[in-house]
């Protein structure tokens, strides 16, 4: 390796170490949202000595490159363990001290300790009164399209993951827990979604449903970049912070008891959008880049030793042509338009009712 080569490297390797793949939170002025430390270069910044692969004719090449490591305990979960089991108490410990040595009962093992978490996320159904500053969120209901589309995605759940368990798309049979934001929007998405995964059964639906949660309602997580003429809050960043830590981590030794687990957050697109961001220690700030439609599926699988695969974005080929959207109607009035009863009579077991 040339010298300059090797210096190159070994620049990388320190300003990895100096920074640091989680977020720094900056409190500004005027109350402004926490920033990231960029990495000590930038990638235009890089720049290796041409370098040929042992031909005159062999074209040069440059290597840029961030340089920055990936941050093992990024949930700081990393040595979380499940404590030993135990077969005697302390007293039953202290009491026999004295006593002859005699074989205790055989005790179960403990459950297995899950090594994959696969986290499902699905952006609500199209929705109406977007721009209604006078709407409040009750006002803010799916379209009869939207429910077609939450139906749509409920069935394709039920059975892409029955059919296609192994393959890595889905590393379950089926679901384990699913959460909600408290917006209308959300929790009507996650009650047809689950009518249409659980075949009608109420009680079915009931029991994989947690309860609403505000830590997920639609917020603006953070500034953009490039710049939006939107800011967002610090109190908003923060929540979003805390939203990010409590459902995206690796798998839970104190409540998870099996080989794999499959957990589903029916939410809201700048949600998921930063989630995403942020599981892939990408720039927070880069999410606004991304596009997510109506119903759209993103898979997550994060291992128990802290790695994370983007099986799939925004994901909406499930839905047919006619169910793909990525707007909101504006106003109410405009709900019937949104969803045509012609367009709905297309669709299998279509329902106009809104």
Request: aromatic share 6%; proline share 8%; with cysteine.
């Amino acid at each position: 390796m040339s010298s300059a080569l090797r210096k190159f490297f070994t620049t990388c390797a320190v300003g990895a170490a100096a920074s640091s793949c989680q977020s720094t939170i900056v409190m500004c002025q005027e109350e402004r949202p926490f920033e990231l430390v960029p990495p000590p270069m930038l990638p235009s910044q890089l720049t290796t000595k041409p370098t040929t692969t042992g031909s005159s004719s062999d074209e040069e090449f440059q290597v840029k490159t961030w340089g920055v490591k990936w941050d093992n305990d990024w949930d700081g979960r990393r040595n979380t363990r499940r404590p030993a089991a135990t077969t005697i108490n302390e007293s039953e410990s202290a009491s026999s001290a004295s006593a002859p040595p005699t074989q205790q009962p055989t005790q179960p093992p403990p459950p297995p300790t899950a090594t994959l978490r696969q986290f499902l996320m699905v952006r609500h159904g199209q929705y109406c009164n977007e721009s209604n500053k006078d709407a409040a969120d009750s006002d803010k209901q799916l379209t009869a399209l939207g429910k077609q589309q939450a139906a749509s995605t409920g069935r394709f759940l039920r059975e892409a993951m029955l059919s296609r368990v192994g393959d890595q798309i889905f590393i379950a049979s089926k679901l384990d827990r699913v959460y909600v934001s408290e917006l209308t929007r959300a929790k009507q998405t996650a009650a047809a979604l689950l009518d249409a995964y659980c075949e009608g059964d109420r009680d079915a639906a009931a029991a994989l449903l947690a309860s609403p949660d505000g830590l997920l309602n639609e917020r603006f997580p953070c500034d953009p970049e490039p710049a939006y003429p939107k800011r967002a809050k610090v109190s908003h960043m923060k929540l979003v912070e805390d939203a990010f830590h409590k459902y995206i981590h690796r798998p839970d030794d104190e409540t998870q008891h099996t080989s794999t687990v499959t957990e589903l957050m029916v939410g809201h697109g700048n949600i998921i959008r930063y989630f995403t961001c942020r599981a892939l220690q990408l720039p927070p700030e880069a999410w606004l880049r991304l596009s997510i439609p109506h119903c759209s599926v993103t898979n997550l699988v994060i291992r128990r030793n802290g790695t994370v695969k983007l099986v799939a974005y925004g994901s909406f080929s499930h839905l047919a042509p006619q169910l793909q959207t990525v707007l909101n109607v504006p106003y109410g009035e405009a709900a019937a338009a949104a969803a045509p009863e012609e367009v709905l009579q297309q669709l299998p077991g279509a329902q106009t009712s809104a």
